[in-house]
Protein backbone atom coordinates (compact mmCIF):
# COMPACT_ATOMS: atom_id res chain seq x y z
CA UNK A 1 0.00 0.00 0.00
CA UNK A 2 1.49 3.09 -0.99
CA UNK A 3 0.91 6.11 1.40
CA UNK A 4 1.56 9.98 0.57
CA UNK A 5 1.25 12.39 3.80
CA UNK A 6 1.31 15.95 3.14
CA UNK A 7 2.50 18.75 5.51
CA UNK A 8 3.63 22.06 6.31
CA UNK A 9 0.67 24.15 5.67
CA UNK A 10 -0.58 26.66 7.29
CA UNK A 11 -2.36 29.83 7.58
CA UNK A 12 0.80 32.94 6.70
CA UNK A 13 0.58 36.37 5.38
CA UNK A 14 1.24 37.64 1.92
CA UNK A 15 4.70 37.88 1.21
CA UNK A 16 5.77 34.96 3.31
CA UNK A 17 7.04 31.72 2.41
CA UNK A 18 5.91 28.03 3.43
CA UNK A 19 7.49 24.29 2.75
CA UNK A 20 5.50 21.95 1.91
CA UNK A 21 6.62 18.43 2.58
CA UNK A 22 5.37 15.15 0.98
CA UNK A 23 6.13 11.62 3.07
CA UNK A 24 6.14 8.46 0.84
CA UNK A 25 5.96 5.07 2.18
CA UNK A 26 4.98 1.58 1.26
CA UNK A 27 7.74 1.86 -2.03
CA UNK A 28 10.78 3.70 -2.70
CA UNK A 29 10.64 7.26 -4.20
CA UNK A 30 12.98 6.50 -6.75
CA UNK A 31 12.69 5.97 -9.32
CA UNK A 32 9.00 7.68 -10.03
CA UNK A 33 8.76 11.44 -10.86
CA UNK A 34 6.15 13.26 -8.97
CA UNK A 35 3.91 16.16 -9.30
CA UNK A 36 2.36 19.08 -6.74
CA UNK A 37 -1.22 20.17 -7.42
CA UNK A 38 -3.69 22.77 -5.79
CA UNK A 39 -7.24 22.94 -5.66
CA UNK A 40 -8.96 26.08 -4.27
CA UNK A 41 -12.15 26.16 -3.08
CA UNK A 42 -14.88 25.41 -5.73
CA UNK A 43 -12.50 25.13 -8.43
CA UNK A 44 -10.90 22.34 -10.19
CA UNK A 45 -7.11 21.06 -9.77
CA UNK A 46 -4.65 22.26 -11.17
CA UNK A 47 -1.31 21.52 -11.79
CA UNK A 48 1.68 23.02 -9.96
CA UNK A 49 4.70 21.17 -10.73
CA UNK A 50 6.90 18.46 -11.45
CA UNK A 51 10.04 16.72 -10.82
CA UNK A 52 12.22 14.06 -12.27
CA UNK A 53 13.31 10.74 -10.04
CA UNK A 54 16.41 12.07 -9.15
CA UNK A 55 15.38 15.54 -8.96
CA UNK A 56 17.72 17.22 -11.63
CA UNK A 57 14.60 18.38 -13.41
CA UNK A 58 11.66 20.46 -12.42
CA UNK A 59 8.75 21.71 -14.77
CA UNK A 60 5.88 24.16 -13.26
CA UNK A 61 3.04 26.23 -13.74
CA UNK A 62 4.11 29.10 -16.00
CA UNK A 63 2.45 31.51 -13.93
CA UNK A 64 3.84 30.04 -11.16
CA UNK A 65 7.69 29.91 -11.78
CA UNK A 66 9.86 31.56 -9.89
CA UNK A 67 8.03 31.69 -6.37
CA UNK A 68 7.36 27.49 -6.21
CA UNK A 69 10.58 25.27 -6.28
CA UNK A 70 9.99 21.74 -5.89
CA UNK A 71 13.33 19.24 -4.52
CA UNK A 72 12.98 15.33 -2.85
CA UNK A 73 15.19 13.70 -0.69
CA UNK A 74 14.79 10.23 -1.81
CA UNK A 75 17.31 8.93 1.04
CA UNK A 76 13.93 10.50 2.97
CA UNK A 77 11.33 9.40 0.80
CA UNK A 78 10.19 12.59 0.88
CA UNK A 79 9.03 15.65 -1.79
CA UNK A 80 9.16 19.26 -0.96
CA UNK A 81 7.57 22.28 -2.54
CA UNK A 82 8.76 25.84 -1.34
CA UNK A 83 6.48 28.53 -2.40
CA UNK A 84 7.85 32.34 -1.54
CA UNK A 85 6.45 35.26 -1.71
CA UNK A 86 2.77 33.75 -1.30
CA UNK A 87 -0.39 35.66 -2.40
CA UNK A 88 -3.84 35.31 -1.17
CA UNK A 89 -5.00 33.75 -4.54
CA UNK A 90 -2.10 30.70 -3.42
CA UNK A 91 -4.72 30.07 -0.85
CA UNK A 92 -5.39 26.06 -1.36
CA UNK A 93 -4.88 22.27 -0.84
CA UNK A 94 -1.76 21.14 -1.96
CA UNK A 95 -1.44 17.97 -2.71
CA UNK A 96 1.41 15.19 -4.10
CA UNK A 97 0.79 12.88 -6.65
CA UNK A 98 2.97 9.75 -7.42
CA UNK A 99 3.52 9.28 -11.59
CA UNK A 100 3.46 6.83 -13.67
CA UNK A 101 6.79 5.02 -14.65
CA UNK A 102 6.97 6.80 -18.17
CA UNK A 103 6.45 10.52 -16.92
CA UNK A 104 9.71 11.77 -16.59
CA UNK A 105 8.69 14.80 -14.54
CA UNK A 106 10.03 17.80 -17.23
CA UNK A 107 6.01 18.62 -19.23
CA UNK A 108 2.82 18.91 -17.69
CA UNK A 109 1.24 16.16 -16.86
CA UNK A 110 -2.92 15.77 -16.38
CA UNK A 111 -3.62 14.89 -12.80
CA UNK A 112 -5.69 11.82 -14.26
CA UNK A 113 -2.44 10.35 -15.31
CA UNK A 114 -1.03 10.32 -11.49
CA UNK A 115 -1.10 7.19 -9.75
CA UNK A 116 -1.17 7.42 -6.22
CA UNK A 117 -2.33 10.98 -3.99
CA UNK A 118 -2.30 12.35 -0.33
CA UNK A 119 -4.84 14.07 1.18
CA UNK A 120 -3.68 17.44 1.13
CA UNK A 121 -2.39 19.91 3.29
CA UNK A 122 -4.62 23.15 3.23
CA UNK A 123 -2.50 26.67 2.54
CA UNK A 124 -4.13 29.88 3.79
CA UNK A 125 -2.55 33.17 2.73
CA UNK A 126 -4.07 36.42 4.06
CA UNK A 127 -4.05 39.44 2.44
Known amino acids: QVQLVESGGGLVQAGGSLRLACAVSGRALRPYAMGWFRQAPGKERKFVSS????????YYAGSLRGRFTASRDNAKNTLYLQIDSLKPEDTAVYSC????????????????????WGQGTQVTVSS
Open 51 to 58: INYSGGRT
Open 97 to 116: AAAPSWYTGSYYLAPQYFTY
